[in-house]
Protein backbone atom coordinates (compact mmCIF):
# COMPACT_ATOMS: atom_id res chain seq x y z
CA UNK A 1 0.00 0.00 0.00
CA UNK A 2 2.76 1.94 0.63
CA UNK A 3 4.00 2.04 -2.66
CA UNK A 4 0.72 2.94 -4.31
CA UNK A 5 0.71 6.32 -2.10
CA UNK A 6 4.07 6.53 -2.79
CA UNK A 7 3.20 6.71 -6.99
CA UNK A 8 -0.16 8.50 -6.15
CA UNK A 9 2.06 11.30 -4.86
CA UNK A 10 4.53 11.37 -7.28
CA UNK A 11 1.66 11.53 -9.50
CA UNK A 12 -0.21 14.78 -8.14
CA UNK A 13 2.81 16.12 -7.59
CA UNK A 14 3.98 15.91 -10.91
CA UNK A 15 0.54 17.40 -12.05
CA UNK A 16 1.09 20.45 -9.77
CA UNK A 17 4.42 20.95 -11.41
CA UNK A 18 2.48 21.05 -14.87
CA UNK A 19 -0.19 23.14 -13.68
CA UNK A 20 2.57 25.74 -12.34
CA UNK A 21 4.35 25.66 -15.91
CA UNK A 22 0.34 25.82 -17.74
CA UNK A 23 -0.37 28.78 -15.09
CA UNK A 24 3.54 30.53 -15.57
CA UNK A 25 2.66 30.61 -19.45
CA UNK A 26 -0.74 31.53 -18.94
CA UNK A 27 0.20 34.76 -17.76
CA UNK A 28 3.01 35.25 -19.85
CA UNK A 29 0.82 35.11 -22.63
CA UNK A 30 -1.24 38.16 -21.28
CA UNK A 31 1.63 40.28 -21.32
CA UNK A 32 3.07 39.79 -24.54
CA UNK A 33 3.18 42.13 -27.49
CA UNK A 34 0.45 44.13 -25.15
CA UNK A 35 -2.49 41.52 -27.03
CA UNK A 36 -3.25 38.31 -25.93
CA UNK A 37 -3.92 36.64 -29.36
CA UNK A 38 -0.49 37.66 -30.47
CA UNK A 39 0.50 34.59 -27.87
CA UNK A 40 -1.40 32.34 -30.56
CA UNK A 41 -0.43 34.06 -33.96
CA UNK A 42 3.16 35.86 -33.29
CA UNK A 43 3.33 39.66 -34.11
CA UNK A 44 2.12 39.92 -37.33
CA UNK A 45 -1.47 38.52 -35.68
CA UNK A 46 -3.20 42.15 -37.05
CA UNK A 47 -2.49 40.45 -40.91
CA UNK A 48 -4.72 37.51 -39.84
CA UNK A 49 -8.10 39.29 -39.10
CA UNK A 50 -10.14 36.54 -39.55
CA UNK A 51 -8.01 33.74 -37.99
CA UNK A 52 -7.72 36.40 -34.49
CA UNK A 53 -11.28 36.58 -34.20
CA UNK A 54 -11.87 32.97 -35.01
CA UNK A 55 -9.35 32.40 -31.98
CA UNK A 56 -11.20 35.11 -29.66
CA UNK A 57 -13.79 32.79 -30.00
CA UNK A 58 -12.82 29.82 -29.62
CA UNK A 59 -10.87 30.53 -26.40
CA UNK A 60 -13.26 33.41 -25.34
CA UNK A 61 -10.15 35.97 -25.37
CA UNK A 62 -12.96 38.52 -24.90
CA UNK A 63 -14.14 36.67 -21.73
CA UNK A 64 -12.94 37.51 -17.69
CA UNK A 65 -9.52 35.92 -17.20
CA UNK A 66 -10.81 33.00 -15.62
CA UNK A 67 -13.04 31.91 -18.05
CA UNK A 68 -9.94 32.55 -20.27
CA UNK A 69 -7.62 30.34 -18.52
CA UNK A 70 -10.05 27.49 -18.25
CA UNK A 71 -10.30 27.32 -22.11
CA UNK A 72 -6.58 28.01 -22.48
CA UNK A 73 -5.73 24.94 -20.30
CA UNK A 74 -8.80 22.95 -22.63
CA UNK A 75 -7.20 23.89 -25.59
CA UNK A 76 -3.77 22.69 -24.20
CA UNK A 77 -5.32 19.35 -23.71
CA UNK A 78 -6.46 19.43 -26.91
CA UNK A 79 -3.03 19.63 -28.60
CA UNK A 80 -3.72 23.50 -29.27
CA UNK A 81 -0.85 25.15 -28.88
CA UNK A 82 -1.44 28.19 -31.73
CA UNK A 83 -0.03 28.68 -34.72
CA UNK A 84 4.05 29.53 -35.38
CA UNK A 85 4.47 32.58 -37.87
CA UNK A 86 8.73 31.26 -37.47
CA UNK A 87 7.67 28.69 -39.51
CA UNK A 88 5.20 30.00 -42.11
CA UNK A 89 2.09 29.08 -39.85
CA UNK A 90 1.77 25.64 -39.40
CA UNK A 91 0.53 24.60 -35.92
CA UNK A 92 2.97 24.72 -33.28
CA UNK A 93 2.04 20.60 -32.58
CA UNK A 94 3.21 19.88 -36.20
CA UNK A 95 6.32 21.72 -36.20
CA UNK A 96 7.03 20.30 -32.09
CA UNK A 97 5.63 16.72 -33.23
CA UNK A 98 9.20 17.06 -35.93
CA UNK A 99 11.62 18.14 -33.94
CA UNK A 100 10.85 16.32 -30.66
CA UNK A 101 11.90 12.66 -31.67
CA UNK A 102 14.70 13.99 -32.77
CA UNK A 103 15.84 15.86 -29.79
CA UNK A 104 14.89 12.72 -27.68
CA UNK A 105 16.93 10.99 -29.96
CA UNK A 106 20.25 12.73 -28.76
CA UNK A 107 19.09 12.78 -25.00
CA UNK A 108 18.89 9.34 -24.97
CA UNK A 109 22.33 8.24 -26.10
CA UNK A 110 23.49 11.22 -24.17
CA UNK A 111 21.58 9.83 -20.99
CA UNK A 112 23.58 6.52 -21.62
CA UNK A 113 27.04 8.07 -22.10
CA UNK A 114 26.42 9.94 -19.36
CA UNK A 115 25.67 7.14 -17.01
CA UNK A 116 27.94 4.73 -18.81
CA UNK A 117 31.11 7.25 -18.15
CA UNK A 118 30.09 8.81 -15.07
CA UNK A 119 29.97 5.58 -13.26
CA UNK A 120 33.03 4.21 -15.44
CA UNK A 121 35.04 7.12 -13.94
CA UNK A 122 33.19 6.92 -10.59
CA UNK A 123 34.51 3.59 -10.11
CA UNK A 124 37.92 4.45 -10.93
CA UNK A 125 37.81 6.86 -9.14
CA UNK A 126 37.03 5.67 -5.99
CA UNK A 127 39.27 2.58 -6.61
CA UNK A 128 42.11 4.45 -6.75
CA UNK A 129 40.96 7.28 -4.11
CA UNK A 130 43.30 10.03 -3.37
CA UNK A 131 45.68 9.19 -6.33
CA UNK A 132 46.84 11.25 -9.06
CA UNK A 133 44.40 9.33 -11.46
CA UNK A 134 41.53 10.15 -8.97
CA UNK A 135 43.31 14.06 -9.58
CA UNK A 136 43.03 13.56 -13.02
CA UNK A 137 39.60 12.41 -12.96
CA UNK A 138 38.20 15.42 -10.97
CA UNK A 139 39.92 18.07 -13.20
CA UNK A 140 38.19 16.29 -16.00
CA UNK A 141 34.85 16.34 -14.45
CA UNK A 142 35.24 19.95 -13.14
CA UNK A 143 36.20 21.37 -16.42
CA UNK A 144 32.90 19.20 -18.22
CA UNK A 145 30.62 20.36 -15.46
CA UNK A 146 32.04 24.14 -16.06
CA UNK A 147 31.97 24.33 -19.47
CA UNK A 148 28.58 25.85 -21.47
CA UNK A 149 26.92 23.25 -23.33
CA UNK A 150 27.31 25.51 -26.27
CA UNK A 151 31.21 26.02 -25.44
CA UNK A 152 31.83 22.02 -25.36
CA UNK A 153 30.01 21.54 -28.67
CA UNK A 154 32.42 23.80 -30.31
CA UNK A 155 35.14 22.46 -29.32
CA UNK A 156 34.21 19.22 -30.79
CA UNK A 157 32.94 20.66 -33.70
CA UNK A 158 36.46 21.96 -34.05
CA UNK A 159 38.72 18.83 -33.37
CA UNK A 160 36.03 16.27 -34.85
CA UNK A 161 33.89 17.01 -37.64
CA UNK A 162 36.63 20.10 -39.24
CA UNK A 163 40.09 18.61 -37.40
CA UNK A 164 39.87 15.07 -38.03
CA UNK A 165 37.18 15.11 -40.19
CA UNK A 166 35.60 12.06 -38.53
CA UNK A 167 31.89 13.11 -38.16
CA UNK A 168 29.62 15.49 -40.22
CA UNK A 169 29.15 18.83 -38.81
CA UNK A 170 25.68 19.28 -38.81
CA UNK A 171 22.10 18.08 -39.28
CA UNK A 172 20.11 14.98 -38.04
CA UNK A 173 20.84 12.75 -41.04
CA UNK A 174 22.86 12.82 -44.43
CA UNK A 175 20.26 14.76 -47.19
CA UNK A 176 20.92 11.89 -49.80
CA UNK A 177 19.71 9.05 -47.94
CA UNK A 178 15.91 8.16 -47.86
CA UNK A 179 14.11 9.25 -45.31
CA UNK A 180 12.54 6.50 -43.06
CA UNK A 181 8.71 5.89 -43.19
CA UNK A 182 6.73 7.01 -40.30
CA UNK A 183 6.35 4.08 -37.58
CA UNK A 184 6.75 5.35 -34.26
CA UNK A 185 7.69 8.82 -34.85
CA UNK A 186 11.11 8.36 -33.95
CA UNK A 187 13.40 7.79 -37.04
CA UNK A 188 16.37 6.10 -36.01
CA UNK A 189 13.93 3.18 -34.53
CA UNK A 190 11.54 3.60 -37.79
CA UNK A 191 14.64 2.84 -39.59
CA UNK A 192 15.73 0.11 -37.79
CA UNK A 193 12.19 -1.34 -38.06
CA UNK A 194 12.32 -0.91 -42.26
CA UNK A 195 15.51 -2.12 -42.48
CA UNK A 196 16.94 0.84 -43.71
CA UNK A 197 20.44 0.80 -42.83
CA UNK A 198 21.92 3.99 -44.91
CA UNK A 199 19.66 6.29 -42.67
CA UNK A 200 20.40 4.48 -39.49
CA UNK A 201 24.13 4.74 -39.60
CA UNK A 202 23.70 8.43 -40.80
CA UNK A 203 21.40 9.10 -38.09
CA UNK A 204 24.22 7.70 -35.44
CA UNK A 205 26.68 9.50 -36.58
CA UNK A 206 24.84 12.88 -36.71
CA UNK A 207 24.09 12.32 -33.06
CA UNK A 208 27.13 11.34 -31.96
CA UNK A 209 28.43 14.56 -31.38
CA UNK A 210 25.38 16.39 -29.62
CA UNK A 211 25.23 13.91 -27.25
CA UNK A 212 28.82 13.58 -26.68
CA UNK A 213 28.57 17.16 -26.07
CA UNK A 214 25.38 16.76 -23.58
CA UNK A 215 26.72 13.87 -21.44
CA UNK A 216 30.19 15.60 -21.08
CA UNK A 217 28.78 18.23 -19.57
CA UNK A 218 26.90 16.07 -17.34
CA UNK A 219 28.51 12.76 -16.30
CA UNK A 220 30.48 14.67 -13.73
CA UNK A 221 27.57 14.58 -11.34
CA UNK A 222 27.30 10.83 -11.30
CA UNK A 223 31.26 10.43 -10.79
CA UNK A 224 31.15 12.83 -8.57
CA UNK A 225 28.58 11.29 -6.44
CA UNK A 226 29.41 7.51 -7.18
CA UNK A 227 32.71 8.30 -5.78
CA UNK A 228 31.98 9.51 -2.34
CA UNK A 229 29.40 7.15 -2.35
CA UNK A 230 31.65 4.01 -2.64
CA UNK A 231 34.20 5.50 -0.53
CA UNK A 232 31.73 5.87 2.07
CA UNK A 233 29.92 2.84 1.68
CA UNK A 234 33.49 0.24 1.78
CA UNK A 235 33.46 1.86 5.67
CA UNK A 236 30.18 -0.13 6.67
CA UNK A 237 30.27 -2.79 8.47
CA UNK A 238 28.53 -5.45 5.84
CA UNK A 239 31.66 -4.75 3.70
CA UNK A 240 34.04 -5.71 7.19
CA UNK A 241 31.84 -8.38 7.19
CA UNK A 242 32.40 -9.52 3.71
CA UNK A 243 36.49 -9.16 3.80
CA UNK A 244 36.03 -11.14 6.96
CA UNK A 245 34.69 -13.76 5.33
CA UNK A 246 37.29 -14.18 3.58
CA UNK A 247 35.88 -13.07 -0.04
CA UNK A 248 38.84 -11.00 -2.65
CA UNK A 249 38.73 -7.53 -2.71
CA UNK A 250 36.86 -7.44 -6.07
CA UNK A 251 34.45 -9.30 -5.36
CA UNK A 252 33.92 -7.02 -2.31
CA UNK A 253 33.96 -4.01 -4.27
CA UNK A 254 31.74 -4.91 -6.93
CA UNK A 255 29.14 -7.24 -5.57
CA UNK A 256 28.72 -5.92 -2.56
CA UNK A 257 30.12 -1.91 -2.43
CA UNK A 258 28.72 -1.25 -5.86
CA UNK A 259 25.62 -2.53 -5.84
CA UNK A 260 24.78 0.01 -2.86
CA UNK A 261 26.57 2.89 -3.51
CA UNK A 262 24.32 2.93 -7.28
CA UNK A 263 21.30 3.69 -5.41
CA UNK A 264 22.11 7.58 -5.18
CA UNK A 265 22.93 7.84 -8.45
CA UNK A 266 19.40 6.76 -9.36
CA UNK A 267 18.07 10.03 -7.99
CA UNK A 268 20.45 12.10 -9.87
CA UNK A 269 19.22 10.21 -13.23
CA UNK A 270 16.11 13.18 -12.97
CA UNK A 271 18.56 16.12 -13.00
CA UNK A 272 20.63 15.04 -15.43
CA UNK A 273 17.57 14.65 -17.46
CA UNK A 274 16.93 18.02 -17.06
CA UNK A 275 20.30 19.37 -18.10
CA UNK A 276 20.29 17.00 -20.79
CA UNK A 277 16.82 18.58 -22.07
CA UNK A 278 17.70 21.90 -21.81
CA UNK A 279 20.89 21.33 -22.47
CA UNK A 280 19.59 20.72 -26.34
CA UNK A 281 18.76 24.37 -26.87
CA UNK A 282 22.55 25.08 -26.84
CA UNK A 283 23.92 22.08 -28.48
CA UNK A 284 21.04 21.51 -31.26
CA UNK A 285 22.02 25.69 -32.54
CA UNK A 286 26.05 24.58 -32.59
CA UNK A 287 25.24 21.22 -34.51
CA UNK A 288 22.58 22.76 -36.78
CA UNK A 289 20.66 19.58 -35.63
CA UNK A 290 16.90 20.23 -36.30
CA UNK A 291 15.35 19.61 -33.15
CA UNK A 292 13.18 21.48 -30.65
CA UNK A 293 16.40 23.12 -29.23
CA UNK A 294 17.00 24.38 -32.41
CA UNK A 295 13.23 25.49 -32.98
CA UNK A 296 13.18 27.18 -29.67
CA UNK A 297 16.45 29.34 -30.78
CA UNK A 298 14.74 29.84 -34.08
CA UNK A 299 11.57 31.15 -32.29
CA UNK A 300 13.10 33.55 -29.80
CA UNK A 301 15.16 35.07 -32.92
CA UNK A 302 12.30 35.43 -34.83
CA UNK A 303 9.81 36.61 -31.46
CA UNK A 304 7.75 33.79 -32.48
CA UNK A 305 5.54 33.57 -29.22
CA UNK A 306 3.60 30.88 -29.94
CA UNK A 307 6.63 28.45 -30.86
CA UNK A 308 8.25 29.40 -27.71
CA UNK A 309 5.56 29.19 -25.34
CA UNK A 310 4.47 25.72 -27.07
CA UNK A 311 7.96 24.92 -26.21
CA UNK A 312 8.45 25.50 -22.81
CA UNK A 313 5.12 23.51 -22.37
CA UNK A 314 6.50 20.40 -23.87
CA UNK A 315 9.98 20.89 -22.73
CA UNK A 316 8.21 20.57 -19.11
CA UNK A 317 6.19 18.51 -19.76
CA UNK A 318 9.25 15.92 -20.95
CA UNK A 319 10.83 17.03 -18.22
CA UNK A 320 7.99 15.80 -15.75
CA UNK A 321 7.93 12.82 -17.81
CA UNK A 322 11.11 11.89 -16.72
CA UNK A 323 11.23 13.11 -13.63
CA UNK A 324 8.33 10.35 -12.60
CA UNK A 325 9.97 7.82 -14.80
CA UNK A 326 13.17 8.42 -12.45
CA UNK A 327 10.79 8.13 -9.12
CA UNK A 328 9.66 5.45 -10.04
CA UNK A 329 13.38 3.76 -10.73
CA UNK A 330 14.22 4.52 -7.69
CA UNK A 331 11.41 2.17 -5.94
CA UNK A 332 12.53 -0.03 -8.16
CA UNK A 333 16.55 -0.35 -6.48
CA UNK A 334 16.21 1.12 -3.37
CA UNK A 335 13.82 -1.59 -1.08
CA UNK A 336 13.92 0.82 1.29
CA UNK A 337 10.76 2.84 0.11
CA UNK A 338 9.34 -0.65 -1.36
CA UNK A 339 9.18 -2.40 1.93
CA UNK A 340 9.41 1.10 4.70
CA UNK B 1 26.55 39.07 28.13
CA UNK B 2 29.05 39.58 25.58
CA UNK B 3 32.44 38.85 27.19
CA UNK B 4 35.47 40.19 26.23
CA UNK B 5 37.61 37.06 24.98
CA UNK B 6 34.58 36.50 22.77
CA UNK B 7 36.02 38.71 19.41
CA UNK B 8 39.28 37.10 20.19
CA UNK B 9 38.58 33.39 20.39
CA UNK B 10 36.16 34.07 16.95
CA UNK B 11 38.96 35.86 15.22
CA UNK B 12 41.46 32.60 16.27
CA UNK B 13 38.92 30.33 14.64
CA UNK B 14 38.90 32.95 11.34
CA UNK B 15 42.83 32.57 11.43
CA UNK B 16 42.21 28.69 11.65
CA UNK B 17 39.99 28.47 9.00
CA UNK B 18 42.17 30.55 6.57
CA UNK B 19 44.88 28.60 7.31
CA UNK B 20 43.29 25.11 6.57
CA UNK B 21 41.62 27.14 3.28
CA UNK B 22 45.21 28.05 2.60
CA UNK B 23 46.77 24.79 3.09
CA UNK B 24 44.30 23.59 0.75
CA UNK B 25 45.52 24.06 -2.81
CA UNK B 26 42.48 23.88 -4.69
CA UNK B 27 40.43 26.52 -2.40
CA UNK B 28 43.36 28.58 -3.20
CA UNK B 29 43.41 28.21 -6.83
CA UNK B 30 39.95 28.97 -6.46
CA UNK B 31 40.57 32.02 -4.41
CA UNK B 32 42.93 33.22 -7.06
CA UNK B 33 40.91 32.94 -9.72
CA UNK B 34 37.97 34.77 -8.10
CA UNK B 35 39.56 37.41 -6.79
CA UNK B 36 40.77 38.11 -10.38
CA UNK B 37 37.28 38.21 -11.79
CA UNK B 38 36.34 40.29 -8.56
CA UNK B 39 39.06 42.93 -8.99
CA UNK B 40 38.69 42.99 -12.71
CA UNK B 41 35.01 43.29 -12.93
CA UNK B 42 35.01 45.92 -9.68
CA UNK B 43 37.91 48.12 -11.88
CA UNK B 44 35.95 47.80 -15.21
CA UNK B 45 32.75 48.74 -13.44
CA UNK B 46 34.67 51.95 -11.84
CA UNK B 47 36.46 52.64 -14.93
CA UNK B 48 32.91 52.82 -16.77
CA UNK B 49 31.10 54.83 -14.58
CA UNK B 50 34.03 57.64 -14.41
CA UNK B 51 34.45 57.52 -18.53
CA UNK B 52 38.04 56.28 -17.88
CA UNK B 53 39.35 53.62 -20.25
CA UNK B 54 41.29 50.85 -19.08
CA UNK B 55 41.82 48.44 -21.66
CA UNK B 56 44.17 48.48 -24.43
CA UNK B 57 41.41 49.22 -26.59
CA UNK B 58 38.08 50.59 -26.52
CA UNK B 59 35.93 47.72 -26.67
CA UNK B 60 32.98 49.23 -29.27
CA UNK B 61 35.71 50.61 -31.42
CA UNK B 62 35.92 49.26 -35.10
CA UNK B 63 39.32 49.03 -37.01
CA UNK B 64 41.93 49.18 -33.95
CA UNK B 65 43.86 46.26 -35.62
CA UNK B 66 43.17 44.16 -38.51
CA UNK B 67 39.90 42.03 -39.34
CA UNK B 68 40.18 38.95 -37.66
CA UNK B 69 43.81 38.53 -36.47
CA UNK B 70 45.10 35.48 -34.95
CA UNK B 71 46.25 36.44 -30.98
CA UNK B 72 49.43 38.61 -31.15
CA UNK B 73 50.79 40.75 -28.72
CA UNK B 74 49.56 44.33 -29.55
CA UNK B 75 45.90 42.18 -29.75
CA UNK B 76 46.43 39.27 -26.88
CA UNK B 77 43.14 37.64 -27.81
CA UNK B 78 43.04 38.56 -31.50
CA UNK B 79 40.43 40.87 -33.30
CA UNK B 80 37.03 40.30 -34.36
CA UNK B 81 35.55 40.83 -38.09
CA UNK B 82 34.76 44.12 -37.24
CA UNK B 83 38.10 44.83 -36.48
CA UNK B 84 37.63 44.97 -32.49
CA UNK B 85 39.99 43.62 -29.67
CA UNK B 86 38.44 41.17 -28.44
CA UNK B 87 40.42 40.92 -24.88
CA UNK B 88 39.47 44.93 -24.32
CA UNK B 89 35.37 43.28 -25.20
CA UNK B 90 35.94 40.32 -22.47
CA UNK B 91 37.28 43.17 -19.54
CA UNK B 92 34.17 45.27 -20.28
CA UNK B 93 31.41 42.22 -19.76
CA UNK B 94 33.30 40.85 -16.94
CA UNK B 95 31.30 43.08 -14.39
CA UNK B 96 27.41 42.17 -16.04
CA UNK B 97 28.83 38.63 -15.40
CA UNK B 98 29.83 38.59 -11.62
CA UNK B 99 27.20 41.14 -10.68
CA UNK B 100 24.16 39.19 -12.20
CA UNK B 101 26.27 35.86 -10.11
CA UNK B 102 26.25 37.79 -6.95
CA UNK B 103 23.13 39.87 -7.00
CA UNK B 104 21.10 36.28 -7.77
CA UNK B 105 22.69 34.10 -5.51
CA UNK B 106 22.35 36.79 -2.87
CA UNK B 107 18.58 37.50 -3.23
CA UNK B 108 18.22 33.60 -3.53
CA UNK B 109 19.91 33.65 -0.09
CA UNK B 110 17.63 36.19 1.59
CA UNK B 111 14.64 34.64 0.05
CA UNK B 112 15.74 31.36 1.26
CA UNK B 113 16.52 32.12 4.72
CA UNK B 114 13.23 33.57 5.33
CA UNK B 115 11.09 31.26 4.00
CA UNK B 116 12.76 28.59 5.04
CA UNK B 117 13.29 29.53 8.86
CA UNK B 118 9.63 30.35 8.63
CA UNK B 119 8.86 27.29 7.43
CA UNK B 120 10.68 25.22 9.93
CA UNK B 121 9.51 27.29 12.85
CA UNK B 122 6.09 28.21 12.61
CA UNK B 123 5.29 24.19 10.96
CA UNK B 124 2.29 23.31 10.43
CA UNK B 125 0.07 24.22 7.63
CA UNK B 126 2.18 27.04 7.01
CA UNK B 127 5.41 25.34 6.76
CA UNK B 128 3.76 22.17 4.17
CA UNK B 129 2.27 25.13 2.06
CA UNK B 130 5.52 26.80 1.88
CA UNK B 131 7.21 23.80 1.48
CA UNK B 132 4.93 22.30 -1.32
CA UNK B 133 5.53 25.59 -2.88
CA UNK B 134 9.13 25.23 -3.57
CA UNK B 135 8.60 22.20 -4.49
CA UNK B 136 6.59 22.92 -7.25
CA UNK B 137 9.00 25.69 -8.58
CA UNK B 138 11.92 23.89 -8.05
CA UNK B 139 10.42 21.46 -10.24
CA UNK B 140 10.25 23.54 -12.75
CA UNK B 141 12.87 23.71 -15.67
CA UNK B 142 14.92 26.86 -14.66
CA UNK B 143 16.43 27.71 -18.36
CA UNK B 144 13.05 27.29 -19.73
CA UNK B 145 10.94 28.90 -17.83
CA UNK B 146 14.24 31.91 -17.46
CA UNK B 147 13.92 31.99 -21.34
CA UNK B 148 9.99 32.67 -21.11
CA UNK B 149 10.19 35.04 -18.40
CA UNK B 150 13.29 37.06 -20.11
CA UNK B 151 10.78 36.99 -23.45
CA UNK B 152 7.82 38.37 -21.95
CA UNK B 153 10.13 41.05 -20.17
CA UNK B 154 12.02 42.28 -23.47
CA UNK B 155 15.99 41.20 -23.30
CA UNK B 156 18.43 42.99 -21.12
CA UNK B 157 20.46 42.29 -18.51
CA UNK B 158 18.27 43.61 -15.60
CA UNK B 159 15.46 41.58 -16.95
CA UNK B 160 17.96 38.40 -16.99
CA UNK B 161 18.50 38.74 -13.62
CA UNK B 162 15.19 39.65 -12.31
CA UNK B 163 13.65 36.05 -14.36
CA UNK B 164 16.59 34.36 -12.59
CA UNK B 165 16.07 36.22 -8.97
CA UNK B 166 11.95 34.49 -9.41
CA UNK B 167 13.30 31.00 -9.81
CA UNK B 168 16.42 30.51 -8.21
CA UNK B 169 15.54 30.52 -4.63
CA UNK B 170 13.81 27.22 -3.82
CA UNK B 171 17.20 25.00 -3.05
CA UNK B 172 18.20 27.67 -0.55
CA UNK B 173 14.61 27.70 1.43
CA UNK B 174 15.51 23.61 1.21
CA UNK B 175 18.46 24.33 2.79
CA UNK B 176 17.51 26.61 5.35
CA UNK B 177 15.06 24.52 6.49
CA UNK B 178 16.47 21.74 7.36
CA UNK B 179 19.54 23.68 8.69
CA UNK B 180 16.37 25.82 10.85
CA UNK B 181 15.12 22.58 11.88
CA UNK B 182 18.71 21.42 13.39
CA UNK B 183 19.16 24.47 15.15
CA UNK B 184 15.73 24.52 16.53
CA UNK B 185 16.23 21.47 18.89
CA UNK B 186 19.21 23.38 20.74
CA UNK B 187 18.89 24.52 24.16
CA UNK B 188 19.26 28.19 23.74
CA UNK B 189 16.56 28.43 21.07
CA UNK B 190 14.40 27.33 24.16
CA UNK B 191 15.83 29.69 26.58
CA UNK B 192 15.17 32.37 23.77
CA UNK B 193 11.59 30.93 23.56
CA UNK B 194 11.17 30.86 27.02
CA UNK B 195 12.22 34.53 27.81
CA UNK B 196 9.67 35.99 25.69
CA UNK B 197 11.14 36.25 22.23
CA UNK B 198 8.87 36.42 19.01
CA UNK B 199 9.65 34.26 15.93
CA UNK B 200 10.87 37.08 13.94
CA UNK B 201 13.39 37.77 16.78
CA UNK B 202 14.46 34.34 17.47
CA UNK B 203 15.05 34.13 13.44
CA UNK B 204 17.08 36.73 12.80
CA UNK B 205 19.14 36.82 16.43
CA UNK B 206 19.76 33.05 16.63
CA UNK B 207 19.03 31.24 13.68
CA UNK B 208 20.60 33.10 10.98
CA UNK B 209 24.05 33.55 12.34
CA UNK B 210 24.17 30.11 12.95
CA UNK B 211 23.26 28.57 9.70
CA UNK B 212 24.74 31.26 7.21
CA UNK B 213 28.00 29.56 7.49
CA UNK B 214 26.24 26.58 5.33
CA UNK B 215 24.16 28.92 3.56
CA UNK B 216 27.41 30.50 2.36
CA UNK B 217 29.50 27.35 1.16
CA UNK B 218 26.49 26.05 -0.81
CA UNK B 219 25.82 30.32 -1.84
CA UNK B 220 29.94 30.26 -3.16
CA UNK B 221 29.44 26.74 -4.90
CA UNK B 222 26.12 28.63 -6.67
CA UNK B 223 27.88 31.76 -8.01
CA UNK B 224 29.37 29.58 -10.98
CA UNK B 225 26.09 27.60 -12.07
CA UNK B 226 24.34 31.35 -11.90
CA UNK B 227 26.96 32.67 -14.43
CA UNK B 228 26.64 29.44 -16.37
CA UNK B 229 23.27 29.65 -16.25
CA UNK B 230 22.91 33.71 -17.43
CA UNK B 231 25.99 33.27 -20.15
CA UNK B 232 23.11 30.47 -21.21
CA UNK B 233 20.63 33.18 -21.69
CA UNK B 234 23.25 35.62 -23.14
CA UNK B 235 24.18 33.34 -25.81
CA UNK B 236 20.73 32.68 -26.75
CA UNK B 237 20.70 37.00 -27.36
CA UNK B 238 18.45 37.70 -24.21
CA UNK B 239 21.08 39.93 -22.50
CA UNK B 240 22.86 43.06 -24.11
CA UNK B 241 22.28 44.44 -26.96
CA UNK B 242 25.29 45.10 -29.92
CA UNK B 243 27.33 46.57 -29.78
CA UNK B 244 27.64 45.74 -26.73
CA UNK B 245 29.75 42.77 -25.37
CA UNK B 246 28.87 40.17 -22.84
CA UNK B 247 30.82 36.80 -22.77
CA UNK B 248 28.07 34.02 -23.79
CA UNK B 249 26.78 36.45 -26.29
CA UNK B 250 30.22 36.83 -28.13
CA UNK B 251 30.78 32.85 -27.96
CA UNK B 252 27.38 33.09 -30.23
CA UNK B 253 28.22 35.68 -32.64
CA UNK B 254 32.01 34.66 -33.30
CA UNK B 255 31.03 30.83 -33.62
CA UNK B 256 30.44 31.36 -37.31
CA UNK B 257 33.95 32.38 -37.71
CA UNK B 258 34.59 28.91 -36.09
CA UNK B 259 36.85 27.86 -39.35
CA UNK B 260 38.59 30.53 -39.87
CA UNK B 261 39.96 31.83 -36.22
CA UNK B 262 38.46 28.93 -34.29
CA UNK B 263 40.26 31.21 -31.23
CA UNK B 264 36.99 33.83 -31.48
CA UNK B 265 34.40 31.68 -30.00
CA UNK B 266 36.63 29.48 -27.78
CA UNK B 267 38.18 32.26 -25.60
CA UNK B 268 35.18 33.66 -24.30
CA UNK B 269 34.41 30.13 -23.71
CA UNK B 270 37.54 29.49 -21.89
CA UNK B 271 36.78 32.73 -19.75
CA UNK B 272 33.22 31.83 -18.85
CA UNK B 273 34.58 28.32 -18.13
CA UNK B 274 38.04 29.79 -15.83
CA UNK B 275 35.37 31.80 -13.54
CA UNK B 276 32.70 28.71 -12.85
CA UNK B 277 36.00 26.28 -11.64
CA UNK B 278 37.03 29.44 -9.70
CA UNK B 279 34.20 29.45 -7.58
CA UNK B 280 33.61 25.59 -7.48
CA UNK B 281 37.17 25.25 -6.49
CA UNK B 282 36.86 27.96 -4.00
CA UNK B 283 33.17 26.43 -2.42
CA UNK B 284 34.81 23.05 -2.44
CA UNK B 285 37.49 24.24 -0.35
CA UNK B 286 35.73 26.39 1.97
CA UNK B 287 33.49 23.44 2.67
CA UNK B 288 36.34 20.93 3.20
CA UNK B 289 38.01 24.09 5.58
CA UNK B 290 34.83 23.52 7.39
CA UNK B 291 34.34 19.76 7.82
CA UNK B 292 37.94 19.61 9.08
CA UNK B 293 37.78 22.28 11.49
Keep these: ?10 LLFASFVLLAVVTITFVLSHNLGGNVIVAWLGKTASLHPQLAQLYAEKYHLNDPVLVQYYYYVLGLLQGNLGFSPSRGFIPVLTVISQTLPLTLQIVFFAFVISLGLGALLGVVSARYGHTKIDGGIRAFYLAGYASPPFFIALVLLIVFAYGFKLLPSGGAFDPSVQQPTLITGIPLIDSLIEGNWAYFVSGIRHAILPSLALALVTFGVVTRVLRSSLLEVMHMNYIRTARARGLDENTVFYKHALRNALIPVVTLSSIILTWLITGTIFVENVFAYPGMGQYVVHALLAQDYPGILGTTIVFALVIVIGNLAADLLYVVVDPQIRLG | METSPLPAKRASRVGSFLSLVRKNKEALVGAVIVGIFFVTAIVAEIANVFGIQITPYSPLQQD ?29 ATPNDVAVGISVVGVALLVGVIIGSIAAFRGGLLDEFLMRFTDVIFALPVLVIAMVIAVTLGPGVTHMMVALMIIWWPPYARLARGEALKVSHQNYIDSARLSGAGTWKIITKHVVPNISVTMLVYATLDIGTVILLYAGLSYLGLSVSPPFPDWGEMVSSYQDYLIVSPWL ?29
Excluded: C, E, Q
Aim: aromatic share 6%.
Design chain 1, 1 to 10: MNLLSYVLRR
Design chain 2, 64 to 92: VGPVLAAPSISHIFGTDLLGRDVFSRIIV
Design chain 2, 265 to 293: PIIPGLVIATGVIGFSLLGDGIRDALLAS
